[in-house]
């Protein structure tokens, strides 16, 4: 199946950016349900004179329209203060969106990985380049393979969601349950793109080994392990993870086209996303809250904070082109001259730091300004008219909140 660009999550299967293996052994306690966390108090604001929040909202408005969305939900906080929460839009016909509606939330969990990795290492309970032999010996090239490679996407291992095997499956069975096992295959960590560490691809395959990894360095399970160590010190009330497409209510539900007809795709099986155990829903506020947690390097050291933001990552400022299987050739580079680059589990452009989740429906934000303490949370749903070739509208509805809040220095998002 050639590279396409449909309105979904799948419109990234060919772009650059997106426990067990072949290799590891299953367990049956990823059968078993994730936390679920107290209900959110998560409200939209009170209406207010106040003209940052006026102007956040017609940002919103504005694009909503422009980009023919279906719903939005936003949440805009400075030094942990509401500036502005609201949703705009239906969820479904005749019941109207929410900001305490829940939604899935994609690469946010491989952000929460990659914090775990770095408060491990703050707590020198491992090295960063540590081999994943240690943990995962059976991985080919384990020994060559380290903990730092798996978290800045430097492995070399090939992206399963760049094959168009996987795609075609994707599509036509779309509420398939995906093991790591079936995953890690597509992948085939035995044949690499180039030699670890010497350059970046991001790769989904780096991040279900990831989660294998935590799970056997620390020996819990890793939704439990998010449970202890992000969403209990981030305050996240809503997040959680039940290990299949069940979303706990109340739930934004989602719609897309990326099959040919517009339908419903709020329960589509997420486990093909990352490791079994981070795949996560949340709502806006406890997007807003990661954003500004992150952002602002809460749980994590001083160096701790900056090798996420900056992990050295390595192919970013030379051009090294490679060509990988499939239908999808793939050139990795950032020039020099941009100020952009992949951190562990983060984007930073121009001081911004930010992610930037989709998942065939669903597509969200969520961006930190450390210099002003801004943090911007966005998720969208699409209707029949939004344009295919708009691959993550939340970027365009927090680019037009920064604009309004910050005009001198504004979200922009560079090759990301």
Same mark, same amino acid.
């Given at each position: 199946m050639p590279c396409r660009k449909p309105r979904s999550r799948t419109a990234?299967? #060919?772009?650059?950016?997106? +426990?067990?293996? %072949?290799?590891?052994?299953?367990? @049956?306690? *990823?059968?078993?349900?994730? %936390? *679920?966390?107290?209900?959110?108090? #998560?409200?939209?604001? =009170?209406?207010?004179?106040?003209?940052?929040?006026?102007?956040? !909202?017609?940002?919103?408005?504005?694009? !909503?329209? &422009?980009?023919?969305? !279906?719903?939005? &939900?936003?949440?805009?906080? &400075?030094?942990?203060?509401?500036?502005?929460?609201?949703?705009?839009?239906?969820?479904?016909?005749?019941? =109207?969106?929410?900001?305490d509606m829940r939604f899935r939330a994609g690469s946010i969990g491989i952000a929460f990985m990659n914090v775990v990795l770095l408060q491990l290492a703050d707590e *020198?309970?491992?090295?960063?380049? @540590? =081999?994943?032999?240690?943990? +995962?010996?059976?991985? %080919?090239?384990?020994? &060559?393979?380290?903990?730092?490679m798996l978290g800045d996407s430097t492995s070399g291992i090939k992206d399963y969601v760049k094959q168009s095997s996987f795609v075609t499956e994707l599509l036509a069975h779309p509420f398939k349950h995906w093991t790591p096992q079936e995953l890690l295959a597509i992948a085939d960590p035995a044949v690499q793109l180039y030699p670890p560490g010497k350059n970046f691809s991001y790769s989904h395959a780096n991040y279900v080994l990831l989660g294998a990894a935590l799970e056997r360095i620390t020996h819990t399970r890793l939704d439990q392990l998010l449970e202890q160590r992000i969403s209990r010190p981030y305050g996240l009330r809503a997040t959680s993870n039940g290990y299949t497409p069940d979303i706990p209510a109340p739930v934004l539900h989602a719609f897309t086209s990326a099959r040919g007809n517009y339908e419903e795709s709020t329960f589509w099986n997420p486990s093909w996303t990352t490791a079994p155990g981070a795949v996560i829903t949340m709502d806006i506020c406890d997007l807003a809250g990661s954003a500004a947690a992150i952002g602002s390097g809460k749980t994590l050291s001083r160096q701790g904070h900056q090798t996420l933001l900056n992990s050295g990552t390595v192919g970013l400022g030379t051009p090294q082109p490679y060509t990988q299987g499939g239908d999808c050739p793939v050139t990795i580079c950032i020039p020099q001259t941009q100020a952009a680059h992949y951190g562990m589990g983060v984007i930073v452009v121009n001081g911004w730091i930010f992610q930037n989740p989709s998942f065939t429906g669903y597509a969200a934000l969520m961006a930190y300004l450390p210099s002003e303490h801004l943090a911007i949370a966005v998720s969208t749903t699409e209707s029949p008219e939004t344009s295919p070739d708009i691959l993550n509208p939340g970027k365009d509805v927090a680019q037009a909140i920064s604009q309004a809040l910050v005009p001198s220095h504004p979200l922009t998002f560079g090759p990301f």
């Open positions: 990234l299967l #060919c772009t650059a950016l997106l +426990l067990s293996t %072949p290799f590891l052994a299953a367990t @049956d306690a *990823h059968a078993a349900s994730g %936390p *679920h966390r107290g209900r959110s108090e #998560c409200v939209t604001s =009170p209406s207010s004179s106040d003209s940052r929040a006026r102007a956040v !909202r017609d940002a919103v408005t504005r694009v !909503r329209t &422009q980009l023919k969305l !279906r719903a939005v &939900q936003v949440r805009v906080t &400075q030094n942990g203060r509401d500036v502005w929460t609201g949703a705009l839009g239906p969820s479904m016909t005749g019941v =109207p969106a929410r900001p *020198h309970r491992i090295s960063l380049d @540590d =081999p994943i032999s240690r943990w +995962l010996p059976e991985v %080919p090239h384990a020994d &060559q393979i380290t903990l730092r």
